[in-house]
């Protein structure tokens, strides 16, 4: 690869032609501002923010302009200073600015960039356009007043995810980043995956924020108040209390939960691995009796509402497994209630989730068993913090001693990957050699399965025979894979997909990250590296040699795949499209 000498702010550099001048000036330790950049999502020099001084006539967009060898860059001088305030002031006069109930206060990007620029009046007061909030759906609110037109949301939905259900509509200034036609979010085939929101810079787009119905129930001495918190959660909840991203905090977690004041501190990973030997047996089943392949995964409520919108023909092919958040409850308020001698109906199940759409998933009817659901309220990773600190619980300083309640709590290794893209096939290829070779198989890591590449394929030889899988993490990864295979291109028994990139780590309810700190580390990474730690840590690292799950099945469901499981623990589709 070809160099080139620059040299920005009198730093000299080095560095691969076809470098963009801000990544040169990152290399360099300088940190030129940015608000639409993103990196691997957004790089359009739009909102000219990163504006520099290249020695040309007009200053240029750092984010876009690439280098040149001998090239001079000043990011500092009086021009530059100046045309970056009047970009800020022009954005702040058409926002609304209401830091002090902002979701996004202290993680706003525009507020930071406003703080260190010494921005806090705006010149241009004028005019303002006030939109009604799109916050229609389960999921996601939309706020056009705190829009500043980055783009990175719609970068995020049409290139990484494919989907496209947001654009720029009308002109100049009523210019709106919205779906088409005026409709609501969840009137289009948004898959509430929430890639969206973690790309935007400020407080223009949201989960639906869902802690007083968790604070409400708390309070009722009626209802029974039962938490369960996702494998990806404990890998980026400590990013909420400054800890560096990706630190492990199992421990602090459960005990925050504790201090909340939930009933019982139960854990999705024993859902996981319940999963497990649900899918696990269902693909065996399937390749020993000619049934539909390939099979595709079912826990990530984006993707399996992307395949209803999309590709209804693929609905065969979904595992009928529902996902570990809804096994979980579903058991919580069948097995669990039983033993307890707990009235299901005073269960009150809340999810600890690093997704946005679980949000939509325990609305499905399909979810229901006995016109009941098994989950009542879920909440995103950042939601959980805001109740921790909400309640003023010193979180840094928690014991990190895991304090889960026994029975639908203890898991094993397999589940805890369950969060980084790879994992659930990795956990089901550990449990699918056992049965299929009928015995231990010593070797438990399939590292084919791992890393954050779009689209992952691995041929595994179990019993002599061969098996050709592939993962998927995003929906766009997914679109293109299945173009593939309906183009006769390639071909495999078992596929996992993830709506998210990098998986559930990286979901629309994780911790925000900024832009600057993306240019250094990608959390999909660091979060992943936490889980199999977590991995590697467990005496058990099986799903079928979970005891408390062979207790489950000995004492309440009989066989995996059985009459009970099947009711309890499985479901079905919905074809959404419009053909
Ligand atoms: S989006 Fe940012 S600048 Fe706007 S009100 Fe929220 S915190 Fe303040
Ligand atoms: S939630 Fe996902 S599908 Fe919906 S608009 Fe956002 S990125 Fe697009
Ligand atoms: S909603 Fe957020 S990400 Fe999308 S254009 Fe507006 S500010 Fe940018």
Known sequence: MAMVNVTID??????????????????AHIHIPTLCHLKDVNKIGACRMCVVDVGARALAAACVMPVSDGMVVKTNT??????????????????????LSCVRSKTCELQALA????????RFDGANIEYPLDNFGPSIVRDPNKCILCRRCVAACRNVQGIGAIAAV?????????????????????????????????????????????????YDPEKFVVVQPAPAVRVALGEEFGMPIGTRVTGKMSQALKRLGFDKVFDTDFGADLTIMEEATELVSRIKNGGVLPMFTSCSPGWIKYVEHNFPELIPNLSTCKS?????????????AEKAGIDPKNIVVVAVMPCVAKKFEIERPEMETDGMRSVDISITTRELARMIKDARIDFTKLPDEECFDELVSESTGAAAIFGATGGVMEAALRTAADVLENRSVENVDYVATRGIEGIKEATFTLAGKELKVAIANSTGAAKKLIRRIQAGDASYAFIEVMACPGGCVNGGGQPMVNAETRMDIDPRVERAKGLYTED??????????????????AEYLGEPNGHRAHELLHTHYVDRSKK
């Not at 570990?324 to 669990?336: D, L, T, V």
């Open 10 to 27: 009198g730093v000299k550099v080095q560095v691969e032609a076809g470098t963009t001048v801000l990544e040169a000036a990152h290399q």
């Open 170 to 218: 009308n002109r100049g200034f009523k210019t709106v980043i919205a779906p088409a036609f005026e409709k609501k979010l969840s009137e289009t085939d948004c898959i509430n995956c929430g890639q969206c929101v973690v790309a935007c810079p400020v407080g223009a787009l949201r989960e639906k924020d869902d802690t007083d119905k968790v604070w409400e129930a708390l």
């Open 324 to 336: 570990p958040m809804q096994m979980e409850g579903a058991i919580i308020k069948s097995y669990y």
């Open 536 to 553: 590697e840590k467990k005496v058990i690292r099986k799903s079928h040699e979970n005891p408390d799950i062979k207790k489950l099945y």
């Open 78 to 99: 009086p021009a530059v200073r100046q045309a970056r305030k009047s970009v800020l002031e022009l954005i702040l006069s058409n926002h609304e600015r209401k830091c």
């Open 115 to 122: 703080k260190d620029l010494g921005v806090d009046e705006s």
